[in-house]
């Protein structure tokens, strides 16, 4: 009995010369890496246009249904979201939307802290998500791997694409 | 009844199958592409490998197509076979060496038969790194998205188009591994089936465009079980409805077949596809209108037109409740005009508020007159009105002056079915098994006699075995020709020329020799003997071989036969009502008209309207804008049927209930609801308006309905009812994967609202609920684990093919048997001047039905108001095809393109009934008018002399 005192007495006197272990936050910030998974942002191919084609498989995969969207199609024939909405107030950080993002757009960030006085702030707008690189995949372009034909791509443009076929030729 | 083995279980199953049809209404999942449960197999995919064991010794076993291995009693299978699972894998990969890296972009991800069996094959790791084969697509119309990247060649597309839907501009072109699925060249496609592409095809290559306008993936869908509003068929579909997530409300985005056994089996038509957008249109009444007197400088509205502003629903339904008040202290005259395109249950509660003696149809008196003798023929003993199935198996058809393909679409395709039944037969002959569709569309042999009389339509007529353009008048004596013949009393029968008489005769002997005849006909001719004719040959058939004969009556309406129970033969069309208007001006007492989802311009002549709408108050509930909302004094928005709850009657006498597949937008409600809110202001207490203002479900109102008329009994237990719960809960609309639900409606107020109570239906809007209720009528979500394509319809079935697995939530009108008394074709007509023409009603597909009219993608293909004459008749007239000819009747002129056609027969006109344009013409129709030509426009423009 005294001897488990006497233990646990010692073992509190030997912490007094080990580091200390808390981090004095905000004043002193952790280090996050650069794929800890914070606030998404959306991202642009290497030409700068919008990654995002609104498949709504980020809104599917989110488990507390907090990412909602609206496919159009643009002049150029190319998907893109009407609106791009990200309720930040449900958000859980869980990084499915980025799993499930086929095309790179959405890539998470190692930005967490969103604190807000009002909690109508903590909703997202594509424009406040857009940022205007490709974020960690520098070189990935949907379009240049899809089949859909878009201005300046035509049918058979792609990577690994043979061109168009004749319908009227022989085809032999 | 054999017994097979699959994987080691036993079952019993039925005789006649193929193995992969029976492991699928095992609940057995195999894959598959070129099967299809409507169409067949043929083997083309070899998807549906399984194992086939000699006996329990045989270890090895050898591979065969799932499709096309007909049941054996004492079977031995494998699907699980590890060679069988891996040769699926393997063709899928080869299948999919070409596919585009496309499915986020493409409309069917998400509910993609493709992405579905490729899943289930275990396809994952694409190991092909050559290049992949590309197609340029085509332009296919407004309705129809190529994208030709996508094509597995599994051959549904040009199988469903071409040989069950009878279409022949769609093409497999070119050869081996470059065999192109589409047009000669760019245009859009002509069937009327075309929209069942998107569903047939297994992949993307043929998807939805106006869908693609305002879409979301399957899953973002809120549906709900509906039927089609835009004629008289009554198909079953499924409409998927989602807010915009721009703060406006919510907007129908599509409409999808949903399978009914008896009615529309695995197909819709291109209206019943596309027409849904009129629920969108900019036309749409979203608040409670009032006309305003305000002084203007200018206005745009014609003369007695009048002038709109907004009000708020209280004063409006402040200012009903006055006028209600009013006529039930004998201050006012209280009328209601009823509407064939508004359900049971809004056509009621008029009938409630303002009294079943001041209620009318709004129909001509020809037209209701048709509606009840429809209503009359079918309550025979002798006949029965045959369900879609039935018709498919007919053996003999004879289509007396309707044009199915423009007025009942679906039942035109089924006749399509019907035509290939001696080719059946034979193959039944040969023992052939029916589902070995190439094999049996080789046999030879003649097509099913197919008989079109008094038709124009060119649609059937490639499977027509006798094909008689003729007048209506013909029509009917030629039906009685027939009827003579087949009861053997000739004293009857009519004059006919001596080529006509010839066919009656081949007519009567070819129906008196089938096994399963059916007779068609309908409105459509407008004509009463048309229907007295079909009736009398039916009967005379049903005598001869006493057992009931099928009779197919088409309807013009979605519920014409419904409003026809409302009322007792020879009351309530609106020439009564325009008589009983003017007979009581003398009391001067103020009249008020309310007027329920109806446009009078097209159902009466000039005159009438003009009568009824000058009352002194007109309220319109209506959906869309339209001429007769130009007189209303108050109009109240109506729901359309995506947005509503009742009933509808099709032409088979079938009642059945739809759903609300969301809310409407702004102060949109079902036009009872507005009828009871009124009743409910109103200062005065009558048992009829305190029962009125006291119904709170649409159910309360098919309760009341059943029990006011004893025909309509049925409808008290056509489906579950508002207070039915399974497990306590009410059933989804929304799927388990809906998504965004906190977002959607974040940019306006971040937290969540709750969503809208239904107060009508065991349903919730919201995903709160039970999620796959396949157990009862309420799923119109059809999904099931792994099947995310509408091909999980077999989930659903009591075996493929088969009825859903519940009571589909119909029920037949209990109309009173009674026979038909003889009937002998009117002989002669008064004679006609040589300058006047007999106007005949052509129908369109896209077109002729008002709503569907106003749909986008269908506006944009409805066809200039024309008139179709004869080559005899224009030459006459020296008009030649394209010119300017104005219709003059006595009360009004039409102006109209001039086409010229064979199949027109001498002295008649024939125009198109309700296009855009002639909406007003339909009430003359038939009828007689002049004709005369314009300028030549071309020849003008080009220098030319004008005539």
Redesign the interface.
Known sequence: MLASQLRSMWLVFRHLFTRNATVQYPDEKPYLAPRYRGRIVLTRDPDGDERC?A???C??A?P????????T?DEDGR?RP??F???F??CIMCGLCEDAC??YAIQLTPDFEMCEYD??N??Y?KEDLLISGPGKYHDYS?YR?????IDGKD??Q?Q??????D?KSL?L | MPNITIDGEQYEIEDGQNLLNACLSLGINLPYFCWHPAMGSVGACRQCAVIEYKDFEDQRGKLVMGCMTPIKDGGIYSVSADSAREFRGGVIEDLMTNHPHDCPVCEEGGECHLQDMTEMSGHTLRRYRGTKRTHRNQYLGPFINHEMNRCIACYRCTRFYREYAGGSDLAALGRNNQVYFGREQDGMLESGFSGNLVEVCPTGVFTDKTFSEHFVRKWDLQTAPSICEHCAVGCNTAPGAREPGDGEDAILRRVTNLFNHDINGYFLCDRGRFGYDYVNSEARIKNVLATRTLELIETTAGENEKIHGDMAPRDALQQFADTITAARRGRRRLIGIGSPRSSLENNFALRQLVGAEHYYAGLNARDLQLLHLVDRIQRDPRLYSPTTPQIENADAVLVLGEEIEQTAPRIALAVRQAARNRQKQHAQQLKIPLWQDASVRQLDGSPSPILLVGVDTAGLCDIASEHLPCTAEQTAMFAAAIACRLSGDDSGSPDLPEGLLELADNAAQILAGAERPLIISGCGNRDKATLHGAAAIATALGERTESPCALYLACPEVNSLGIAQLFEPGTGDLEQLAQSLESGEDTGMPVSVVILENDLYRRADAETVEQILAADEVILLDSLLNQTARRADLIFPAAATAESQGSYINSNGTAQRFYAVYEGTGFIQESWRWLSDAAGLCGAKAPSLTALASWRHSTDLSAAIACEFSQMASLADLGPDEDYRIDGLKVARQTHRYSGRTAIHAKAHVAEQPPHADPDAPMAFSMEGIQNAGETPLVANIWSPGWNSNQSIHKFQQEVGGPRRHADGTARLLREPQAMPSWRAPTGSAPRSPAELELVPLYCLYGSDELSARAKAIASVIDEPYAVLSEHDASERAIAAGDSVEIELPEAHFLVRARISTDQPRGTLGVPYGLPGLEELAAYLPGRATLSRLARISSTESGGTAQ
């Open positions: 084609v498949c709504n498989l809104a599917v989110c507390p249904d907090c990412i909602s969207l609206q496919k199609e998907w009407a609106y909405r990200i309720n107030s449900r086929p095309t909690r109508q903590m909703v707008e949907f791997v899809a089949g859909k034909a049918k058979g792609a690994k694409e043979a061109p168009p076929i319908v085809n």
